[in-house]
C-alpha cells in the first residue's frame, strides 16, 4: 500500500472502510474478529529489511494484512497535492508507491542523477543504467509478483537503483 497525499500520515489517523461499514483503527484491528492485522511494514532500505511503521511517508510502499477485501483511508488531511515529485531511491532495491489520486505510465516515470533528469529510457538502458528496467507489485488475484506498465494509487511497488536518484513523474 502507499498513500496518495503529500504528507505523512499516522496509522491512527487511518480507518478502513468494510462492507457498508467504517471502522477506525483500533477497532479495525483489534476484536475477535478483525479486519486487518495492526501492523504496517516499511521496507528499510539501509538495513534491506522490514521494520514496523507507525508513520507513513508519502512517496513510500509499505505492506499490510488484510483478512478481508477493504479500503483505507485517512483523516485530518489536506486536500491532495499532485506535483511530479515521488521519492528519494537509495542504491539496492525500494519500495515506493505515488502521492496522487492517479494511475501512471510506468513509462512516465523519471529520475534525477547527478544534476540531470532523465526519462525511464534513459534511466534503464545504456552502458551504466540508473535504475533496472522492471518494477515489481505484488498481484493479490494470482498470488505472485508481475512488471506491471501502470503505476495505481495506494499500491506499492519494488525498484531496484543502481545508484541514490530522485524518482518521479512526467506531469506534462
Avoid at 483503527?25 to 532500505?45: C, K, M, Q, S, V
Avoid at 511503521?53 to 483478512?67: D, H, K, M, T, V
Avoid at 523519471?110 to 498481484?139: K, Q, R
Wanted: proline letters at 6%; one cysteine or more; aromatic letters at 18%.
Amino acid at each position: 500500500m502507499s498513500i496518495p497525499f503529500n504528507e505523512s500520515v499516522d496509522k491512527s489517523q487511518i480507518f478502513v472502510r468494510y462492507g457498508l461499514s467504517e471502522y477506525n483503527w483500533t477497532e479495525a484491528t483489534t476484536g475477535p474478529d478483525p479486519i486487518i492485522l495492526p501492523f504496517i511494514y516499511d521496507w528499510n532500505r539501509s538495513s534491506q529489511i522490514y521494520d514496523e511503521s507507525q508513520i507513513l511517508e508519502p512517496g513510500r510502499g509499505y505492506w499490510l494484512w488484510a483478512y478481508y477485501d477493504c479500503e483505507l483511508w485517512a483523516t485530518g488531511l489536506s486536500t491532495i497535492i499532485e506535483d511530479s515529485y515521488i521519492t528519494v531511491l537509495e542504491d539496492d532495491w525500494n519500495t515506493f508507491g505515488i502521492p496522487a489520486d492517479e494511475t501512471i505510465d510506468k513509462t512516465d516515470l523519471e529520475v534525477v542523477y547527478g544534476g540531470s533528469t532523465y526519462n525511464w529510457t534513459e534511466a534503464t538502458t545504456g552502458m551504466d543504467p540508473i535504475i533496472l528496467p522492471f518494477l515489481y507489485n505484488y498481484s493479490r488475484t494470482g498470488q505472485r509478483y508481475g512488471d506491471p506498465e501502470e503505476i495505481m494509487p495506494g499500491e506499492s511497488y519494488w525498484i531496484f537503483a543502481y545508484y541514490e536518484c530522485v524518482l518521479r513523474w512526467d506531469v506534462s
